[in-house]
């Protein structure tokens, strides 16, 4: 009887011992998951900007650089801070789009596993500057780079009979809102005239996801056909027109004939801008 009680106690005392080592043990693996986690998401804001810096200038032909990225290790959210997109050859504007603030909430989950997958991508308030030069600008000209830059790497990689390498991206959300856009144009004489207009708010949805995944230079290209296709749309156009003719009712600029009220010279401003 008291061998049995005392076979009871030690068992007992095995049985809490293995349960502490346990606890212990799944304590510290949890704890090895948060610091793997943790290294793993605060290395990131380096990677983003390295990316942007190097691969942003290949894909659209002109100057692009990131000045910061912040990283939110608890929410798993970045911040990316003074985007620059610089303008073609050509252009006299100092730059094509600025914007102080993007930010960008990543599943952690996916860092690992291709494609990587972007929750949402929310662009606020970015300054852009639309520049007519002749029969083209500055976006078109930006926008024809990327597809160009889109067809190289796809016959690239059919000459050399590869698959597609590198990290896809599926992007749930993009959000640019609260965009603003201003024109930019010689007119007559060689006078700079400018205009201002707001761009609704644009919501893409599930870039990349029909064909399991995209490239950063497919994801661009998209992005941007979708955003000049808004800053050249008839409600901006006819906003940046009509600032236009308001400036040919009181300015007067130098021609080679003589002076020449703006009225007329935005006529012709207006046949540049294709509306």
Request: without cysteine.
């Amino acid at each position: 009887m008291i061998l049995s009680s005392l076979r009871e106690k030690i068992a007992k005392r095995e049985g809490e011992s293995m349960k502490k080592w346990i606890l212990i043990g799944g304590t510290a693996l949890v704890v090895i998951i948060i610091v793997v986690l943790v290294v793993g998401i605060s290395n990131l804001g380096p990677i983003i900007k390295r990316a942007v810096n190097t691969y942003g200038p290949t894909i659209t032909k002109t100057e692009v650089r990131l000045s910061g990225v912040g990283i939110s290790i608890l929410s798993g959210e970045a911040k990316l801070k003074g985007f620059y997109l610089g303008n073609p050859k050509g252009f006299k504007s100092p730059e094509a789009m600025t914007v102080a603030s993007i930010f960008v909430d990543l599943d952690e989950k996916s860092i690992t596993r291709d494609p990587i997958i972007i929750d949402k991508i929310e662009v606020v308030r970015p300054e852009i500057t639309y520049e007519k030069a002749g029969r083209t600008d500055n976006f078109k000209t930006i926008l024809n780079n990327v597809e160009s830059s889109v067809r190289k790497g796809s016959a690239a990689k059919q000459q050399s009979g590869k698959k597609d390498e590198g990290k896809k991206l599926i992007i749930k959300n993009f959000i640019i809102k609260d965009a603003k856009v201003d024109l930019s144009v010689s007119a007559v004489g060689g006078q700079s005239l400018s205009a201002s207009a707001s761009l609704q708010d644009i919501h893409l949805k599930n870039i990349g996801e029909k064909r399991g995944g995209a490239s950063p230079e497919q994801v661009f290209k998209e992005v941007f056909a979708i955003l000049y296709k808004e800053m050249t749309s008839p409600a901006v156009t006819a906003a940046l027109n009509e600032q236009l003719k308001e400036l040919g009712s009181s300015v007067e600029i130098e021609t080679p004939v003589g002076k020449t009220d703006l009225g007329s010279a935005t006529d012709k401003v207006k046949g540049m801008f294709g509306k």
